[in-house]
């Protein structure tokens, strides 16, 4: 016997994306930042379910242009299609320096 697929059913996942912003200069502008990348996230297919804000910190060792970076952490939803538009996206962003993506647990 084999399992059917119903197409209407979501296949979203739980996700952490860690995201560096390049700030320097623009300190005041941090939450608007924020705020944008929170609506491209949206606009992508994901619901946001929590942003951290971790604050201004230095790198360990500067390996490019910056020597520290705004921490922010989002925990969302979405299907796994959605991790690879969002890196496109936030690729060609000049204010996001890094984004690491990590999947989480269901919560329970």
């Known amino acids: ?11 979203k996942h739980r996700y952490e994306a860690l995201l560096v912003l390049d700030t320097k200069g623009k300190e005041d502008s941090a ?33 490019g242009k910056l020597e520290s970076g705004y921490y922010v952490n989002f925990i969302f939803s979405a299907e796994p299609e959605t991790i690879e538009k969002l890196r496109s996206r936030l690729r060609l962003d000049a204010d996001v320096y890094r984004q690491h993506y990590q999947r989480l647990p269901e919560k329970k």
């Open 31 to 63: 939450n608007e930042i924020i705020s944008r990348l929170e609506a491209d996230f949206k606009t992508d297919g994901a619901s946001v379910e929590n942003i951290q804000r971790m604050d201004n910190r230095s790198f360990s060792y500067a390996a």
């Open 1 to 11: 016997m084999t399992a059917t697929i119903d197409p209407t059913d979501t296949m």
